[in-house]
Structures are given as structure tokens and as C-alpha cells.
């Protein structure tokens, strides 16, 4: 998949506007995928991100966030940490499939199939350009952010 443009979907978004890939050529894209809302791990990542977003603006980049929480969390998630990047509801695991991000974890001993945290590098012709997979939070975005400053 790596170098290849990334196939269009479609999912439901907090904000006004629908989310389509398509409809977001000519831009830069991150698209990280997170287990869950408001658990420490994934408000941390989501935290860091919106810390550096203006710097991802500037480098002509859009960030969004994806996991199969509801629009509902979402919303709530996005509101209390003032988030300034829409967050994509996968209930159906669509793009979780395309991303082939879904994982057998373990979970207090019990196997659980979840979202492994991933992040994904679109260039602006919607090529994909840089994976990562079982990421570690500390210092993540900022990782994400030199790269997309070098394409």
C-alpha cells in the first residue's frame, strides 16, 4: 500500500462537513488511528496533536483523528480537549479494514480484537507516504510532523 493513492471512503465526522478522502486532494493528510476516547493514552496522543497543529497547518497538512467510538464521544471528546481537528467515527470498521489496523490485544488476559495506534502519511495527491504501526505516544506527533515537513 505504501506509495500507492489510498483508496476513497466516506465516514461520519464531528464538524459541519462530511469526511470523503477524495474531497480532500491537494492537501497533506494525517490520519491516526486511536483504541479509544478519553482513555490516557489516546487523550495524550490527541493532545500532542492539537499542541502542534498550527505547525501542521502551516506545512499545509490536515489531521484526523479515527477510532469506532460513536459521534457522540466524539464530540464530547473533541469539545473538552478543545481539539481543533475532526475526528472520524469507524463503527463499521471501514477504514480500520483499509488500514488493516485491527489487532488481537490483550486486555486485563482476555484477547480483544481492537485498534492497534497507527498513523498514516497522505501526500497531497493522496499517496500514501509513511506508516507507523504499534505506536508509542511520547514524542509521536512531533516524529509525524518532521516528516511531513520533508514532503
Request: hydrophobic share 40%; net charge positive.
Amino acid at each position: 500500500m505504501m506509495d500507492e493513492i489510498v483508496c476513497d471512503f466516506e465516514l461520519p465526522v464531528t464538524g459541519e462537513k462530511p469526511f470523503r478522502l477524495s474531497a480532500l486532494r491537494g492537501k497533506k493528510i494525517v490520519l491516526y488511528f486511536y483504541p479509544r476516547d478519553s482513555t490516557p493514552g489516546c487523550t495524550t496522543e490527541a493532545q500532542q496533536f492539537r499542541d502542534l497543529s498550527p505547525q501542521f497547518k502551516a506545512a499545509g497538512c490536515e489531521i484526523f483523528g479515527i477510532s469506532r467510538d460513536s459521534l457522540k464521544s466524539h464530540q464530547n471528546f473533541k469539545a473538552k480537549q478543545e481539539l481543533p481537528f475532526e475526528l472520524l467515527s469507524d463503527g463499521d470498521e471501514k477504514a480500520c479494514a483499509l488500514f488493516g489496523v485491527i489487532k488481537m490485544k490483550n486486555m486485563y488476559g482476555k484477547q480483544v480484537r481492537g485498534i492497534e495506534r497507527s498513523t498514516f502519511v497522505l501526500d497531497a495527491a493522496g499517496v500514501l507516504r509513511r506508516e507507523w504501526r504499534g505506536v508509542k505516544v511520547p514524542g509521536h506527533a512531533q516524529e509525524v510532523l518532521d516528516f511531513v515537513k520533508t514532503l
